[in-house]
């Protein structure tokens, strides 16, 4: 199977400063790394996903990097704000037995932006 | 568009009750069906998943089964809740293959007491 590792589990950072979240995963056969927003209650939102065929995506304030070689991804949240502050997964998938599109998700980091 | 629907929204239950989670989905057909649990601060572990109906596969055995009835219907249950059954259950759904976006319900909040 996969393990996913992310760090930190907690960030507090100032606003308008950026925040970095880095994840590690064993299966070099992953190739669906996606990033997920979670509020106190909520269920998870995806913010923003890369594919193993790119290195960087950028999205306005966001940006995540994958270095299939050391199977290490990360997400950088530019100019953060307050609204920033919750729970972020980093998830990784590779192709299961039986279809299952597994997606195997991190620890979770949260973020609080300090205004 | 596609909408996911979760019921009930939460639950009070007594350790040894019967549970029962579902889960429609709209606006998508055959679409691979998933349950995942959180525990209170706690990541997303996948339960179960389905690629068809009336298939599903267990991925952790934790006292619960799911079922696909139809299409774009999944539920989760067990005949005996347990301590360790509280938490966040969010039902998913995919597109078949490889490498595709996983959509969230908005999640069934279980204590059991």
């Known amino acids: 199977g996969e393990q996913v590792e992310q760090l930190p589990s907690i960030l507090r950072v100032q606003e308008r400063s950026s925040a970095s979240i880095n994840c590690t995963y064993e299966?070099?056969?992953?190739?669906?790394f996606p990033w997920y927003k979670q509020e106190p209650g909520e269920n998870p939102k995806l913010i923003i996903d890369?594919?193993?065929?790119?290195e960087r995506k950028q999205i306005q304030g966001l940006i995540v990097l994958l270095d299939k070689k050391a199977k290490r991804f990360s997400l950088h949240i530019t100019d953060t704000q307050p609204a920033d502050s919750a729970m972020y997964f980093c998830?990784?998938?590779?192709?299961?037995?039986?279809?299952?599109?597994?997606?195997?998700f991190g620890q979770g980091t949260v973020l609080s932006v300090i205004p | 568009a596609q909408t996911i629907h979760q019921w009930p929204v939460a639950e009070i239950k007594a350790v040894g009750s019967p549970l029962s989670l579902g889960c429609t989905i709209k606006?998508?057909?055959?679409?691979?069906l998933y349950w995942y649990w959180q525990a209170t601060g706690g990541t997303l572990q996948q339960l179960f998943y389905?690629?068809?109906?009336?298939?599903v596969e267990s991925v952790v055995q934790l006292n619960l089964s799911a079922s696909r009835p139809k299409d774009d219907q999944f539920i989760l249950s067990t005949e005996k809740l347990l301590l360790s059954h509280s938490g966040f259950y969010l039902c998913?759904?995919?597109?078949?293959?490889?490498?595709?976006?996983?959509?969230f319900g908005e999640g069934s909040r279980l204590i059991v007491v």
């Open positions: 299966n070099s056969a992953s190739n669906y």
């Open positions: 389905s690629i068809t109906v009336g298939q």
């Open positions: 890369i594919r193993s065929n790119m």
């Open positions: 998830a990784a998938s590779a192709w299961a037995t039986g279809g299952n599109n597994k997606l195997t």
């Open positions: 606006g998508k057909s055959s679409p691979n």
């Open positions: 998913a759904w995919s597109l078949q293959g490889a490498g595709n976006t996983l959509y």
